[in-house]
T-cell receptor
Framework: AQSVTQLGSHVSVSEGALVLLRCNYS??????LFWYVQYPNQGLQLLLK??????LVKGINGFEAEFKKSETSFHLTKPSAHMSDAAEYFC???????????FGTGTLLAVQP | NAGVTQTPKFQVLKTGQSMTLQCAQD?????MYWYRQDPGMGLRLIYY???????DKGEVPNGYNVSRLNKREFSLRLESAAPSQTSVYFC???????????FGAGTRLSVL
C-alpha cells in the first residue's frame, strides 16, 4: 500500500529565508508524486509533480522538489520565502492505475516578517 | 473557465437530516473524486468515479452515497447526517492519463 509522511505539521520561517518542507513516501511501484498548496478557505492547487525523467522538478511560485529514490523522499524547497507563501502544503502519491491520490497530513507554513 | 464547481459553499444540518453536495466540472475529465478534510488528517478519499457510469469506494465511504449523473456531474449524498460528518468536503476531477487532480473550492458542512 502507498503512504505519505510529512514531517512537521507546522513550519515557521522568516521572510527571505529558505523554505524546506519534508515528505517521505512508501510505494511498491515507481510513484507519481505531487505537492499541492491550499490557501485559507480555498481548494487545493497543484504546485508541481514528478512522474518520470528529471528528478529535480520545478513548480509555480519559485518552488521545486527533488525525487530521491534511495531516500524515498520528495522534499519541497524555495530559496527565499515570501509572505504570500503562507499556506498549507500537502504531499501526495498517486496510484497510477486508478489516479487515486494518497495525501500526507499537511504542513502549515507560516512566514514571519 | 470555471473548472470544478461545488455547491453549496456552506451548510449547517441537524443530526439525522439528509443532503446532497453537488459537483460539476467543465474540463471533460473522465475521473471524479470526493474527499473530506479534517484537521491533522489531510484529505481522505470518500468515493471516486473512474469514468461515467462507474463508482468505487475510497478510504472512508461509510455514511455516504454517490451518483455519477453524467460525465460532468458527481454528487455526494448524506442520508442521515451525523456530527462525525462535520468536515470540509472537496470534489476533484482528472484526465485519466495525466494523474493531475483539479479541486473545487470546497463545501464546509457542520452537523449539529
Amino acid at each position: 500500500a502507498q503512504s505519505v509522511t510529512q514531517l512537521g505539521s507546522h513550519v515557521s520561517v522568516s521572510e527571505g529565508a529558505l523554505v524546506l518542507l519534508r515528505c517521505n513516501y512508501s510505494s511498491s511501484v515507481p510513484p507519481y508524486l505531487f505537492w499541492y498548496v491550499q490557501y485559507p478557505n480555498q481548494g487545493l492547487q497543484l504546485l508541481l509533480k514528478y512522474t518520470t525523467g528529471a528528478t529535480l522538478v520545478k513548480g509555480i511560485n519559485g518552488f521545486e522538489a527533488e525525487f530521491k529514490k534511495s531516500e524515498t523522499s520528495f522534499h519541497l524547497t524555495k530559496p527565499s520565502a515570501h509572505m504570500s507563501d503562507a499556506a498549507e502544503y500537502f504531499c501526495a502519491v498517486s496510484d497510477r492505475a486508478t489516479n487515486k491520490l494518497i495525501f500526507g497530513t499537511g504542513t502549515l507554513l507560516a512566514v514571519q516578517p | 473557465n470555471a473548472g470544478v464547481t461545488q455547491t453549496p459553499k456552506f451548510q449547517v444540518l441537524k443530526t439525522g437530516q439528509s443532503m446532497t453536495l453537488q459537483c460539476a466540472q467543465d474540463m471533460n475529465h473522465n475521473s471524479m473524486y470526493w474527499y473530506r478534510q479534517d484537521p491533522g488528517m489531510g484529505l481522505r478519499l470518500i468515493y471516486y468515479s473512474a469514468s461515467e457510469g462507474t463508482t468505487d469506494k475510497g478510504e472512508v465511504p461509510n455514511g455516504y452515497n454517490v451518483s455519477r449523473l453524467n460525465k460532468r456531474e458527481f454528487s455526494l449524498r448524506l442520508e442521515s447526517a451525523a456530527p462525525s460528518q462535520t468536515s470540509v468536503y472537496f470534489c476533484a476531477s482528472s484526465e485519466s492519463k495525466k494523474n493531475i487532480q483539479y479541486f473545487g473550492a470546497g463545501t464546509r458542512l457542520s452537523v449539529l
